[in-house]
């Protein structure tokens, strides 16, 4: 009985060990490394640099999607709407009143559905929030290698 219980000890003392080294290695590895923050090279107590302003990719008709279901994206600028719990910018051209005259896609009919499957008047509490899923597209090279096809 005393000999497992050194060699259960001997071994745990030995998987400790090297579970310290390898958080070691990993912590002055990844020190190593050139990865940037967002912020860029500012310090976190200093004003961030200037954002840069990126060219919004302005389609007519809309962006083609690149799987079924996918949310639409945005195909113009929405730096100026505002979406708060009293206010949806959005709803001024894609509202049930405003799509035909402002020639805009109507909200989709799904957006008026409770989770538990009610059709309401107006739209649904958990889809109000419209650039939870959708999002304004820009004209920026992508920041990695993408060999993705959609349908």
Do not use: W
Not at 8 to 34: D, P
Request: net charge positive.
């Amino acid at each position: 009985m005393f000999k497992t219980v050194k060699i259960t000890r001997s071994l745990s003392g030995k998987v400790i060990s090297i579970f310290l080294v390898a958080i070691t290695a990993v912590v002055f590895s990844s020190s190593a490394m050139s990865v940037q923050s967002l912020r860029g090279d500012s310090a976190l107590d200093t004003d961030s640099n200037k954002i840069v302003k990126h060219k919004v990719d302005t389609v007519e008709g809309g962006i083609k999607r690149n799987y079924k279901l996918q949310p639409p994206m945005i195909p113009h600028t929405t730096d100026k709407y505002q979406i708060s719990l009293k206010n949806n910018g959005c709803l001024k051209c894609h509202s049930e009143k405003a799509f035909k005259k402002e020639k805009a896609p109507k909200v989709g009919d799904s957006h008026y559905v409770t989770r538990d499957g009610k059709t309401l008047d107006t739209i649904s509490s958990r889809r109000y929030f419209c650039t939870q899923c959708h999002a304004t597209q820009t004209k920026d090279a992508p920041l990695v290698e993408n060999v993705y096809e959609g349908i």
